[in-house]
């Protein structure tokens, strides 16, 4: 009968598993601490970039803005891009400008990737005609700008079709080329409007935290299953692509909308540096992460103090 003894009420059991817990948090406390000492020198030490030659990179939203941006950003890297846009003419631009620095290669395909059937179709051309992708960029998006009672039921499901949507069929057409290859690299767009509700922006705001808790969770199961894909998501601020239509802020200079050069390099940087998120510019999410420890009304005073976000569509 003694065998049979219930374990809790054993006190030499009880003993070794309250030492055993000591133990356990005294051990996460060190890597605990070692990990902000680390993170901290971080912060003035460059790191050195992965060359990303001969990858073969998928971006999405590639005829104007950031993804035309990063398309030939990507390419002068000598990478294999494979350009995707619903606007055939626009996309083909993109990769003309491309070719034109002669480094790598861009491929340009016609793709609405809100279509499921479409995207899933492309995946495998592309695998026939360039090889296994290895780099994924989530970046098409769309951001109507009205109060909410103002947007219809159809733009609602566009923007969630288009940014939120489109990266799981995208995710699911080419994971298979990374899992072949058991490596891969997987970035998603989201936006500070991923971070903190704006006026204006209701279903935008939406899908972008969306976005944010989709890689999050990715991520986590990446690493629980020991997958070797990396996963980062970046937030940047307001970017003159021509989305943003009526931007308001109180300090223009500090401020400022960032470039689409500007916002695709930090983007690419953050890749190479193997970063599982980045704000840009960076101070922003310092900034939102500090002040998430106050209470809602000092968040609040601080969001009017500086007068920044988006107006109404004209």
């Known amino acids: 009968m003694g065998d049979d003894q219930n374990p809790s009420q054993n006190p030499a059991l009880r003993l070794y598993a309250a030492i055993t817990l000591i133990a356990d948090i005294i051990g996460l406390l060190l890597k605990f601490t070692l990990e902000i000492i680390y993170s901290f020198m971080k912060l003035f030490v460059r790191a050195e970039l992965k060359d990303l030659s001969g990858e073969v990179v998928v ?21 294999e891009v494979v350009c995707l846009d619903i606007n055939e003419a626009s996309n083909a631009e993109t990769v003309e400008m491309a070719n034109g620095l002669k480094r790598g290669r861009a491929y340009g395909f016609q793709c609405d990737v809100t279509n499921r059937d479409q995207v899933l179709e492309l995946a495998t051309k592309i695998k026939l005609q360039i090889g296994h992708v290895s780099v994924v960029v989530n970046n098409a998006g769309i951001m109507p700008s009205r109060p909410l009672w103002e947007q ?3 733009e609602i499901r566009k923007v969630f079709d288009i940014n939120v949507m489109a990266h799981f069929w995208i995710f699911e057409a080419f994971l298979p080329h990374m899992f ?23 279903p935008y705001c939406a899908s972008k935290f969306a976005v944010r808790g989709m890689m999050e969770a990715l991520f986590e199961e990446f ?10 998501i970046i937030y940047p601020y307001m970017v003159d692509t021509g989305l943003c239509k009526s931007p308001k802020m109180r300090f223009t200079k500090a401020m400022a909308l960032l470039t ?12 190479r540096k193997e970063l599982l998120e980045a704000t840009i510019p960076r101070y922003i999410g310092y900034l939102n992460k500090f002040v998430r420890n106050y209470p809602v009304r000092c968040q609040i005073m601080l969001k009017d103090f500086f007068e920044s976000g988006v107006g109404t569509d004209q």
């Open 223 to 232: 690493r629980e299953h020991k997958i070797p894909i990396k996963s980062t």
């Open 260 to 271: 689409p050069k500007a916002a695709a390099s930090s983007i690419i940087e953050a890749h």
């Open 152 to 154: 219809t039921h159809e």
């Open 59 to 79: 971006i999405t939203g590639t005829g104007h803005g950031i993804g035309r941006e990063l398309a030939l950003q990507y390419t002068n890297l000598g990478c």
């Open 180 to 202: 072949e290859k058991n490596r891969g690299h997987l970035v998603s767009i989201s936006s500070v409007a991923g971070l903190i509700g704006a006026t204006n922006l209701v």
